[in-house]
């Protein structure tokens, strides 16, 4: 929905780097096996290090590469997203919420950076992307909570599981004691994103959206019996109200840029 008020043919390069993260975001999340994740980064690494000279191999770096604000960003930038990604690669299950958040933060706070110096320029602050961003990680882990049963990092805190008495098997299988850790853990997205609205700085049309969408499915999750179902369902896509915040968050960004 979003594309039709950043049209891909006028704002590619904007469209690119969202492909790009998802690009890197499969490889940090959606690889099991670390040193297959690590091998593809590395590429990565060595794709966004070299871009500036040579325009990059990949059509995504192509198209980021030919817009000159890519060549304005230092390479730092570019490269902080894929060094967080390796460095997450090993990570376990978080001790608390907060060690959580903080763990996560890492990667989607470098991505946010990188988004909000693309859409508004060096200046925006990042703080409230980052905080939006991570989030909304949190929240998409929480819905393939039983997908990553077997993983080292689960998607609820060391302290959340022992306060329920939750561990591996039992996350498999619906529970009262699962569906309460799951509103718990609902509970803390839901306050973190109330105080990501306090926060300084712009955020992209796509990152708009997705946060909204995160927010209203995490609200109506709390209050369902069974949270779990309602996370993997998700909300409709589409309508007038989707596209009227589509619309919205695109005048937003039009106006802060002046364009």
């Known amino acids: 929905m979003a ?3 950043v049209a891909p043919n006028k704002y590619p390069g904007h469209v690119a780097l969202a492909a790009l993260e998802q690009e890197l975001l499969s ?7 670390p040193h297959v994740a690590a091998t593809k980064l590395n590429w990565w690494a060595e794709e966004l ?26 390479q730092q930038r570019w490269l902080a997203p894929v060094l967080a990604s390796m460095a997450q690669l090993d990570q376990g299950t978080a001790v608390d919420f907060a060690a959580q958040f903080n763990a996560s933060s890492a990667l989607h706070g470098a991505l946010a950076e990188l988004e909000t110096a693309w859409w508004y320029g060096e200046t925006a602050s990042p703080e409230r992307a980052t905080r939006v ?10 819905r393939r909570l039983q997908d990553d049963v077997e993983r080292d990092r689960l998607p609820l805190p060391m302290a959340r599981l022992a306060r329920f008495g939750l561990n591996r098997a039992s996350l498999r299988q619906h529970s009262d004691a699962r569906d309460q850790a799951i509103k718990a853990q609902l509970d803390d997205l839901r306050t973190a994103w109330g105080e990501a609205a306090r926060l300084d700085g712009p955020l992209s049309v796509f990152r708009t959206l997705e946060a909204g969408e995160g927010e ?17 369902k998700g909300v409709p896509d ?5 596209t009227l915040r589509a619309w919205r968050a695109a005048q ?8």
């Open 3 to 5: 594309l039709v008020f």
């Open 27 to 33: 490889a940090a999340y959606g690889i099991r096996e």
């Open 49 to 74: 290090s070299g871009a500036a000279a040579s325009g990059g191999r990949h059509p995504l770096t192509r198209v980021l590469f030919d817009d000159e604000r890519a060549h304005a960003m230092p």
């Open 133 to 142: 961003a991570t989030l909304s990680h949190l929240l998409f882990a929480l």
């Open 216 to 232: 209203r499915l995490a609200r109506k999750a709390a209050r369902a019996a069974e949270p779990l179902k309602v996370l993997q």
């Open 238 to 242: 589409g309508g007038f109200m989707t």
């Open 252 to 259: 937003r960004w039009q106006l802060q840029v002046g364009g």
